[in-house]
């Protein structure tokens, strides 16, 4: 299962990049969406309704969200099959660019990280498309702590302070 997800939805799209699935992200045009998706046999994610029913209407494939926070998203996938078992699997995606990431050997990284991120990290991941250099540093942590919170966590409740704040 491949995705295209709308402007709305980049972190949604990074996230999904990193649990393994293929989804496409940063064309702005809706018919361009609706185009590659139908052409590549994606999946539309999109919290637009009016893009979701014409894309429907054109024959395209259609997961409508409603929640607007990342974990509230991934809520819904679940609930729709998508899984979330493993950040970072064999077939993680660049979060950057959707291009496949595979193990990169510490040479091969040498004059690509700093000299402190080389000597301390033995761990190094490269996307075959970009070129963006991974390691299990601080950034890494931080995104441990949220996979946690997707994988096991629920959705956020209520959420009125921000709602009042927003409009
Ligand atoms: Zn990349």
Redesign the pocket.
Known sequence: MRFIADMMLGRLARWLRLYGHDTLYGIEDDDEIVHVALRDNRIILTRDSGLAERARRLGAKVFLLSSNSLEGQVEELKRLGIEFKELFPANA???????P?RRASKEEVKDRVSPTVYEKYDEFYT??????IYWPGRQWEEMVKIDRKLRLGKPEKGGSKRKSLSR
């Not at 995606?93 to 291009?99: D, F, H």
Request: proline share 7%; charged share 20%.
């Open positions: 995606r660049c979060p950057k660019c959707n291009g990431i996307c075959e498309n970009c070129g963006q």
